[in-house]
């Protein structure tokens, strides 16, 4: 994990928030990076917010000592730890009424008001209050502001179709927002801060970024919109695996479970020790390159649990050597991106799956 990739990557974010404040966004580890690193990485590169999903998250945040900085939950559940969160100082999002409810009755006991931001659903259909019920959640609001269990901090949403510019939910969006705020802020008689921009928004729509902007995939040097290239960012993660076993086979060896590659000529083989267990998908089978002995090479046969095969020909390489299964590119590996292309699915989930089995080593200065 390259650390200055992602001090990097949020600077370029905040010159391209023009003057918003950036939280970064590093629920689910981080995006398969590590939550604390990262955390850390994206406060000195210039992040004055962090955002996770979950309470656990933030709470382990605070108990790494990430302090002094404001976390957001986005995603409220019922039953979480509240009254510990509310004591951590952890900002919490109200998007209907029970989650009000369970706020209000844990702020006595964590002994301070709950810090919240509303949420809106300006026309993503999942999280938030849409429009018709959202004058009766700021007023409810508001009632347990007065009543001193929560301070309104903020108004936020969140975009469906941010990666595909020019879509027309996206003005919908941002014309829903605007009111939506404008009259939660009515009501409160005070300014809030705005936040609705997501990676893809920070870097197409400047008319989006508001108070503060909430880049995830960007941070970590992936494009949010891979058809536009990659706005200048750099990946911070590269996969190795060392090679584990390399042997000479004849013509005509089935590899793998189900023996779905069977070897043309006499060839040399190597084991590669990561499998769907650490992350490299299974739908990958005889589909994904990854960089070995200089060249890129395809899976052979299935990937298992643990481990998976490549065909090297007559090529050399050694047990203990590096395989470099996805990257920045730099070297001629593929990129995560490469990868999402192959599987028909987003850079996102080919880092964020990568398992805790697999050790995460930290470069380019690890206390940013
Ligand atoms: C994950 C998330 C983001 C970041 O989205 P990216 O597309 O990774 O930039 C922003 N806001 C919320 C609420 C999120 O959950």
Redesign the pocket.
Known sequence: MDLGAVRGNVALLRERAAGAEVMA?V?AEAYGHGLVPVARAALAGGATWL?V?RVAEALALRSAGVTGVPVLV?LSVPGEPYAEAVAADVDLVVGAAWMLDELAAAAPRAGRPARVHLKADTGMTRGGTGPDGWPALVDAVLAAEAAGTVEVVGVMS?FACADEPGHPSIARQLTAFTDMAGHAEKAAGRRLVRHLA???ATLTLPEARFDVV?????IYGLS?IPERGGFGLRPAMTLTADAALVKRVPAGSGVSYGHTFVTERETTLAVVPAGYGDGVPRHGSNLLEVLAAGRRRRIAGRVCMDQFVIDLGDDVLEAGDEVVLFGPGDRGEPTAQDWADALGTIS?EIVTRVGFRVPRVYVGGTDG
């Open positions: 966004m629920k955002g999903a986005g969140h997501n990676s893809a909430r880049p995830g995939i960007a949010p996102y």
